[in-house]
């Protein structure tokens, strides 16, 4: 017999990440460069050796990644993982679901990232062969890399503003579909604290009943072939309907 579950804890989403190993227009092997608006993001290395490469209001630095490096960073935070090799991730995104309903915008030159139209050209990947898809992966992250050059070379001369335009045009881009994160962060992270905080006041007020309710979630192993995400080859796992064996 087998039951479904409760989402995984905090309703993160959990994917292996095997970080893009071709070289991109400035010599370095990786992903590209992009930001979530509205999702936490912690990158926990299981294999190899890179960096991840970041620009924030306060400043540009690069953290280096190694197996057992954790790393996490807030919404808002541009970022690139550069591999240097073998690097492997295990990827823990915040508000499961929401990234998927195009949290994340990369760093494209601006006058594409101010056009809807042009920013989905380029971001789209192709249905077509295996090949010519890793190809337009490999694209887009050059094109991205471009983009983040400019505002990463800015601001480490002190100069934030393209940084600041790029946080105001992405936010234009996805203010339409951004109308229907509110129900993704509300059926999952909030339901989640909503049913902690019930749980803790009727342990404060003598009662466990929830406990009778016990129970152990398995997640699939990830079928089929890996997709092509921003920083590198995907396998997500499925946490929002784990299965239970009995």
């Known amino acids: 017999?087998?039951?479904?579950?409760?989402?995984?804890?905090?309703?993160?989403?959990?994917?292996?990440?095997?970080?893009?190993?071709?070289?991109?227009?400035?010599?370095?092997?990786?992903?590209?460069?992009?930001?979530?608006?509205?999702?936490?993001?912690?990158?926990?290395?299981?294999?190899?050796?890179?960096?991840?490469?970041?620009?924030?209001?306060?400043?540009?630095?690069?953290?280096?990644?190694?197996?057992?490096?954790?790393?996490?960073?807030?919404?808002?935070?541009?970022?690139?993982?550069?591999?240097?090799?073998g690097l492997?991730?295990?990827?823990?995104?915040?508000?499961?679901?929401?990234?998927?309903?195009?949290?994340?915008?990369?760093?494209?030159?601006?006058?594409?990232?101010?056009?809807?139209?042009?920013?989905?050209?380029?971001?789209?990947?192709p249905d077509a062969p295996l090949e010519a898809r890793a190809a337009a992966a490999s694209r887009r992250r050059d094109l991205a890399v471009e983009g983040f050059h400019?505002?990463?070379?800015?601001?480490?001369?002190?100069?934030?503003?393209?940084?600041?335009?790029?946080?105001a045009a992405a936010a234009a881009l996805v203010r339409e579909r951004a109308a229907a994160w509110s129900d993704i962060v509300e059926r999952g992270p909030v339901a989640q604290a909503a049913q902690s905080l019930d749980i803790t006041r009727a342990i404060a007020g003598g009662e466990a009943t929830h406990l009778a309710s016990a129970t152990v979630s398995l997640a699939a192993e990830p079928a089929g072939e890996r997709g092509f995400g921003m920083c590198g080859r995907l396998r997500a796992y499925d946490v929002s309907e784990a299965l239970v064996p009995r």
């Open 1 to 85: 017999m087998v039951d479904t579950a409760p989402s995984f804890p905090g309703a993160t989403s959990v994917t292996l990440l095997d970080v893009y190993e071709d070289l991109g227009p400035d010599g370095l092997r990786g992903g590209s460069p992009h930001m979530h608006l509205a999702s936490n993001e912690c990158y926990v290395v299981i294999g190899g050796r890179g960096a991840l490469h970041t620009v924030d209001p306060t400043g540009v630095r690069e953290t280096e990644l190694r197996e057992g490096s954790v790393v996490w960073f807030t919404p808002g935070t541009i970022h690139r993982a550069v591999n240097h090799g």
């Open 88 to 125: 492997k991730v295990l990827v823990v995104m915040g508000n499961a679901g929401l990234p998927e309903a195009g949290d994340a915008v990369m760093t494209f030159p601006a006058d594409i990232v101010a056009d809807p139209e042009r920013y989905a050209a380029a971001a789209t990947l």
């Open 150 to 167: 400019v505002i990463r070379d800015a601001a480490a001369a002190g100069d934030f503003g393209p940084l600041r335009a790029f946080h």
